[in-house]
Each structure stands twice: as C-alpha cells, then as structure tokens.
C-alpha cells in the first residue's frame, strides 16, 4: 500500500483570459518508510504541489490517494478531517501557535482529534525531540531550531500516514538546518512514515532516499 | 475552549483592556437604565404600585386625570359598586412658619376605606373621618418634615398634620400627600367634584365617559412619556454602540490571529471549532466586564443621594446583563465571517 499516490495531477489557475498551467501530468508514488525530497526554483510550483498532497487544494484533474482513499472528490469539511487524522504538517517557520507553550502546541492537536490521555505521550513526543526541559516554554522564549522541533513533534501527534515538511530548513542554520532534516530522516526509518520535504537547500539532500525536481510545473526524478 | 482560555491567560494585557471597555460600557448603560427606572418610579409609583385596572375618565380629558372632571351627577350616571374616586391636585406646600422652603407635591384625596388607602411605614394612619391630618410619602422626610409637622397648602392656605410616612410614592415628579375626602374639599379648586373613578377590576365601557386601563395613564402623567422617550434613545444608542465598538475590536483581534487561523485550519481545525473559540472568549469577557459592573453598580445604588432617583430591580438587572451577552454575540458576526474566509493554504510557502 502506498501512502501517497499522485496520477496524472494538473493545476490551472486562470489569470484573467489566460490560464496558466502550474502543474503539468504530475505523478508520485511515496511507499510508508520512504522520505522524498522535492526541489525546484522558485515558482517552479512546489507550493502548488505541496497544497494538492496536503489535501489543501484540490487538482484540476487527475487523482490523489492518501493510505489507498481518494481524496480528490471530497468536499472541504471532509478534507479539513482527512489533515486532523491522516496529514502532519512542517512549515517554513514553523507557525506555532504563540499564546500555547511547547506541550499545548502539540496537546491542541490532541484535543481536536478528540484524543483522551494525551499529556504524557505529547511529553515523550517532544522528549523525542530532545525539549523535555522546554516542556512550558512560549514560542517567544525558543530558538528557531528548537520551535521546527516542537513543530516536527506537532506533526507527529495525530501519527500520520504522510508528513509534508515546506522548507523546514528556511529560518535556521546550516548545522540546525541539518538535525532538523536528521531527525525527520530518524522519524521516517524508525516510524516507518513517509516524509515528503519541499526544499532548495541542496546541502541536505543527502539525507533523504529520493530526490524529485519540479520545473514549470513538470516533476521529474533526479 | 482550550484556545480561548489558554489565549486570554497568555494575552493578559490585551484582554483586560477589552474587558475594562466592556466594563464601563456596560456599567454606562446598567447606570442609565437604573436612572431611567429610577426618573419612572419618580413619575408614577403612586399610580404603578396601586391595584388599580381601570380609571373612568370624563370624555375627552386626553386619558389625563387632571383634565377629568366628574361631579355627583355623574358618579350616579356612571353607577359601579366597584369604583372608587381619586381627585389629584399638584400644589406647592410649605413647613408651618418657614415661607422659603417650599416643595411641590400632589394632593391624592382618597376613600380610606378603599383599595387605595396607602400602607404606613412610620407614624399613624387616617381614616375617612380623621379631621385636618394627612399621610405623607417618604420622599418628604428626605426634605425634612417630621410625623407632627404642619404643612400648609400655598393656594388654599389650607393646614395639615403629618400623621405618618408611606414608602416612596410619588407622582410626576413630586411626594404624594394623601388625604380624605372631606379635607380634599378644603384643598379642591372645584368643590363637589372629582377627577377619575377607579377599580381593581376591569371594567367595560361606560357610556358617555372614557375608560382607560393603567398603563394608558401613565404615559399621559405630565412629562413621563418624553422623559423615557429621550432615555430609552439614549440606551439604544448605547447598545448600537456597543454593537460597533465590540464589533471592531472583536474583528481587529481576529483579524492579527488570521495567519494562526490559517495554521490551525491547515493541521485540520474547523471553521466552527474556531468560531466556537472566539464566541467563548467573547461571552467569558463579557461576561467577567458584566460581573465588575454589577457589582459597581450595586455600590453606586448605595451612595446616590436621593435627588438623583435610581432603581434597577434583580430581574431587570439580569434582562439588562443578557441582552449585554446577546449583544457582545451579535457584534462577533464579522469576525466571524472573516474566521470562516480564512485559508488554510495561506500556511503553505511562508510568508
């Protein structure tokens, strides 16, 4: 079973009279265990790419599978549950939450899964992390390596089948770029999930176990 | 509730500054309520507390009790073991002796022996034969008469005891003086003669005379249906107001969470589940501003002089705190349509 499967995805926006195409034919297979990375210039369309495997936008044509469920013709009540339970979500700043504190981030997750007992395993989350001394800290009080890890640990409360990371690395260091990238290589081996990371930071590349390009709108592999 | 809670504990600052606004428009509009009911009572207690259902009005008096006149001819006329006179006149009374303190009051002449003789809360009470005495609202012990004193009539130059206090009574404006029928003739401009027949109960037209149910006579008391005219605009200002001042607030709060909305919305949260955030936080701030300002108001009903007239009663204090809620709910709705407008993709490719 695939968890993520992408077949023949096409995006078109319309521009006044024109429409513009930006994602041409695309396919994608992620199997559980697998951590891809997506890189591409600048308006390559990798934001577009990352908001259709997000179940945040649906494709103008073609279809997506999340753990073998189509997702392509629900409505949008439906696709905002399919992110709670199935999708975990790393962004470029990470985006916490700034009035919550490290272990609230993660326990308001719980709280709207409807999750019962969640303390103590978002606590092992972030201890997994390495910030069981940050347990109580506001955003305002972290450093940009330690808020992507309580965001790496967000996205892992609702034990998702897919995580899409969008430029985890954009704020931080190339040292602290690295563990973030690290750790997200640790997750998807040991947690056998599948990790799907948007980037340009080709000094990470290393890490992952496929590399995909996206330009003008077309995904290739590398 | 989570989000709201935990983000009214992180934002102390910003949300005790919104509670304090709520608070003082809250207190401005419990404070003129309370003026209201208190200006209200001052026009018309001696008429609202009594038992009275219907008044018989001679024919085109305006439903206004001073401009009714009736004489024996037309009590026979009328012919109701039911009604009972009331004659009211407005005068200006002075203390035995002392010509440069004067008070306005009214005159009620009254049958004792009726549904209308008044409750005594200090000194005696009279009755239909007590001779050059008078029972007197509360309002004038404020204004220095003692049981004993004389009061003397500045038109008729009539004089009078004071026998005992009721509580407050008062009609537009003014103490009521209470007395019998015959020492209201010594008073009266048009002896032999009275203003309204009254009852407890309803009673159906009378021919040839205008039948009238209370609350008809109140809103003709002299004054009392402008002045609560001009203070009900003001409280509807006040609560349209509100309306926009919580509105705005409400929507610019919303408005610098919009990226954190859409976070929340890309790790799966619900248009509703935000919308339910934000309406808790609004009624608990409500809420909270409603309780400081009961309790100021509560305080300040213990230190207004008795010039400045005030009343608010439980159940219209509990009216007036749950339209506040309904109101502070109301102005949300454009805060919410912007909550439910929020993209959840605006969190994709940074900002």
Do not use: C, W
């Not at chain 1, 992408?6 to 995006?11: E, W």
């Not at chain 1, 790419?49 to 945040?56: I, K, R, S, V």
């Not at chain 2, 709201?4 to 207190?27: M, N, P, R």
């Not at chain 2, 309406?279 to 009961?294: K, Y």
Request: aromatic share 6%.
């Amino acid at each position: 079973m695939n968890a993520l499967e992408l077949k023949n995805i096409t995006k078109t926006y319309s521009d006044g009279n024109e429409q513009i195409e930006v994602l041409k034919d695309i396919n994608l297979t992620v199997k559980p265990g697998e951590f891809v990375a997506i890189v591409g210039p600048s308006g390559a369309g990798k934001s577009t790419f990352l908001t259709m495997a997000g179940a945040l936008l649906q494709p103008t044509e073609g279809s997506i599978k999340l753990s073998n469920q189509e997702i392509t013709s629900m409505n949008n009540k439906d696709l905002t549950n399919i992110r709670l339970e199935k999708i975990g979500f790393i962004f470029q700043n990470s985006e916490l939450i700034p009035y919550l504190t490290a272990q609230d981030q993660l326990n308001i997750v719980s709280k709207m899964n409807h999750v019962a007992d969640y303390k103590k395993r978002n606590q092992n989350l972030l201890a997994e992390v390495g910030l069981n001394d940050q347990l109580n800290k506001y955003p305002s009080q972290l450093s940009g390596g330690q808020k992507q890890r309580v965001a790496i640990a967000r996205s892992l409360v609702n034990d998702p089948v897919l995580i899409l990371a969008d430029e985890p690395t954009a704020s931080l260091d190339s040292k602290r770029g690295r563990q973030v990238v690290q750790m997200l290589q640790t997750i998807s081996h040991e947690q056998n999930k599948s990790v799907v990371m948007v980037t340009h930071d080709e000094r990470v590349l290393d890490l992952v176990d496929k590399i995909y390009q996206i330009e003008d709108g077309a995904l290739s592999a590398n | 509730m989570f989000l709201a809670i935990k983000e009214l504990k992180h934002s102390k600052l910003k949300f005790s500054l919104l509670t304090t606004i709520i608070f003082l428009v809250t207190f401005l509009v419990l404070f003129i309520t309370g003026l209201a009911n208190g200006l209200a009572n001052e026009g018309k207690s001696a008429i609202s507390t009594t038992d009275i259902q219907s008044f018989v009005l001679q024919k085109n008096s305006n439903n206004r009790i001073s401009r009714s006149n009736l004489t024996n001819d037309d009590i026979k006329k009328i012919n109701n073991d039911n009604l009972v006179p009331l004659t009211i006149n407005q005068r200006t009374i002075q203390k035995n002796g002392d010509k440069n303190n004067k008070v306005d009051i009214s005159f009620f002449t009254i049958d004792f022996d009726s549904f209308l003789k008044p409750e005594i809360n200090k000194g005696n009470n009279i009755t239909n034969s007590t001779k050059k005495q008078v029972v007197v609202s509360q309002k004038l012990a404020d204004d220095g008469y003692k049981i004993g004193d004389d009061i003397i009539d500045t038109n008729t130059k009539s004089k009078f005891e004071i026998a005992g206090f009721t509580d407050d009574k008062s009609y537009s404006h003014t103490p009521v003086v209470y007395l019998n029928s015959t020492e209201g003739e010594s008073i009266s401009q048009q002896p032999g003669t009275i203003n309204t027949l009254v009852s407890k109960k309803n009673i159906n037209d009378v021919k040839g005379y205008t039948v009238v149910d209370k609350a008809t006579i109140i809103q003709n008391i002299p004054g009392y249906s402008e002045e609560q005219g001009s203070l009900l605009m003001m409280i509807s200002f006040l609560y349209a107001i509100s309306i926009v001042v919580l509105g705005v607030f409400f929507y610019i709060i919303t408005l610098e969470k919009t990226p954190q909305l859409g976070t929340l919305k890309a790790i799966g949260a619900s248009t509703r589940y935000l919308a339910n955030n934000l309406l808790s936080q609004v009624v608990v701030i409500t809420g909270l501003s409603l309780i400081i300002s009961n309790i100021f108001i509560l305080g300040m009903k213990m230190i207004l002089p008795a010039s400045m007239p005030f009343s608010l009663d439980l159940p219209i204090l509990l009216l007036t705190d749950s339209l506040f809620i309904i109101i502070a709910v109301v102005s949300t709705i454009i805060s919410l349509i912007k909550i439910s407008k929020v993209d959840p993709v605006s969190a994709i490719g940074g900002n």
